[in-house]
């Protein structure tokens, strides 16, 4: 029997120009990972990683953890079905014409002009509006990937890695919550898009979710962990 733990992503900007950028505390997460799966000698035979900047400086900063400590971890193959879902990408698209014909959004934005501190809370609730139009299917824009296709390129990601996974192997993929979320309702037989979407609001930055893998079975094992965090450090975005 095999496990293959699934890393999300350290914090990234949200808000910023660029949200696949690590915040500073994001950093700090990932330092606190790569510690922690060196004090309890955690040792992979493969590392997938998604192609997104934040997947990937995630790693880079676990595995400079594991370099200082003279421990070996694999160079990562690069697999772009690890990617996330680009709803960041639509909604930016599409949040100025939402702004003005969109109820629910033109009142978020109007109490974020009122009250700047409302910013992040409005942003998210915004947000978690958006993905719900969009796995639905009721928002396209011309130039993203849409829902449908995210989830058939997970399901293609994670194709792959079981192909590759032999006995034993113990497998690390550096990846995102959305990506998560599709991978674990396919571990469970979960169609609901839905779920499948608001499950993303559930998985913490830098959290693993393990699953167990033979020729046979891919199943769930422990979902959301965060045991190196403390909860001043604990963010979702």
Do not use: C
């Not at 629910?104 to 958006?130: A, D, Q, R, S, T």
């Amino acid at each position: 029997m095999s496990k293959i733990f699934f890393f999300r992503h350290a914090q990234a900007s949200l808000g910023a120009d660029n949200y696949d950028v690590l915040s500073k505390k994001g950093e700090l997460q990932a330092l606190e990972l790569g510690k922690y799966l060196v004090k309890k000698k955690y040792f992979f035979d493969k590392i997938y990683v998604g192609s997104l900047q934040r997947q990937q400086h995630t790693y880079e900063i676990v595995s400079e953890v594991f370099k200082k400590n003279k421990l070996v971890i694999p160079n990562p193959i690069i697999l772009k079905g690890l990617n996330e879902h680009q709803a960041t990408e639509a909604m930016k698209i599409e949040m100025p014409k939402m702004i003005v014909s969109d109820p629910l959004i033109k009142k978020l934005w109007k109490e974020i002009e009122l009250n700047p501190e409302k910013k992040k809370v409005n942003l998210m609730l915004g947000f978690k509006y958006f993905l719900n139009l969009w796995a639905k299917d009721k928002i396209f824009v011309n130039g993203v990937i849409p829902w449908k296709d995210f989830r058939n390129n997970v399901k293609k990601g994670l194709t792959i890695i079981l192909k590759n996974t032999k006995s034993n192997q113990k497998t690390g993929v550096f990846t995102s919550g959305g990506t998560i979320s599709s991978i674990t309702a396919e571990s469970l037989n979960i169609n609901d898009e839905l779920k499948i979407a608001d499950l993303n609001f559930s998985i913490r930055n830098t959290s693993f979710t393990t699953f167990l893998y033979s020729k046979e079975t891919f199943n769930l094992l422990s979902f959301n962990e965060l045991p190196h965090l403390e909860k001043d450090m604990i963010t979702f975005v």
